[in-house]
């Protein structure tokens, strides 16, 4: 499989935020996001050519037991097709005893993963279809993550939740848009008092806000 790259960091956003984890970043998504802060990430070629055997023994290098599979989108190739290595690398990891997190945006469901926590950040309207998105809620322990800019994100936010119909609301979370430090302080004060508002969780982005969105970090 095409890796973008792998490092290890403290989780910046959801509910694990500030647990140290070993970031894998597979190349490609196939979508095309106005706010996706890892632009680098999107092209499918663009990446290391691995095994599963290989990525494995770069995450042994850390000591973290918790791993973050990202992406771009991690759980589809380029034509909305199952991503080629998923399934053997996530067995590796859990054979290692690895506690496993899929950051995804939620487009495409794959069935039995060896997945300790599905994070789901929903990009609408973008979302392609809702029930790919039910199917990853039924099946999986799970977040959802939405991105707020402004009281319009939030509202695009509510009418897909709507459209999602059953959830967990205590596994929803809003975190602030931002690609800087200076973006993120700016903004969250408004996706706070929004969650204030509405009883949803906060979600700091600790990447941006510690080391001002520094790739690697």
């Known amino acids: ?13 959801g509910f694990l ?5 070993v970031f894998i970043r597979l190349a490609g998504c196939p979508l095309s996001c ?14 290391e050519e691995l095994s ?4 494995i023994s770069r995450v042994q290098n ?15 190739d380029a034509e ?32 039995d993963l060896p997945c300790d926590l599905m994070s789901i950040s929903p990009k609408p309207p973008a979302q392609k279809s809702i029930e790919e998105l039910r199917l990853l809620i039924q099946n999986y322990n799970y977040q959802l993550k939405f991105v707020i800019e402004n009281e319009s994100d939030f509202a695009k936010a509510q009418e897909l939740l709507t ?26 004060t408004l996706v706070a008092e929004l969650c204030l508002a ?11 806000l510690l080391w001002n969105n520094t790739r690697g970090k």
């Open 80 to 111: 909305m097709g199952e991503r080629q290595g998923l399934r053997q690398l996530l067995s590796l990891l859990k054979n290692n005893d690895k506690h496993i997190t899929i950051e995804t945006a939620g487009i495409k469901f794959l069935t």
């Open 198 to 208: 509405y009883n949803f969780a906060f979600s700091p982005r600790l990447q941006i």
């Open 34 to 47: 106005n706010y996706c802060d890892t632009k680098y990430s999107r092209n499918y070629g663009d990446g």
């Open 163 to 188: 459209q999602i119909g059953k959830y967990d609301r205590d596994k929803v979370m809003l975190m602030p848009q931002a690609a800087t430090r200076q973006q993120y302080l700016e903004k969250a």
């Open 17 to 21: 935020a500030g647990v140290p984890s």
């Open 62 to 76: 850390y000591p973290a037991r918790y791993v973050v599979i990202t992406g771009g989108e991690p759980m589809a």
């Open 52 to 55: 599963a055997e290989q990525v």
């Open 1 to 13: 499989m095409k890796v973008n790259e792998i490092f290890y960091s403290i989780q910046g956003e």
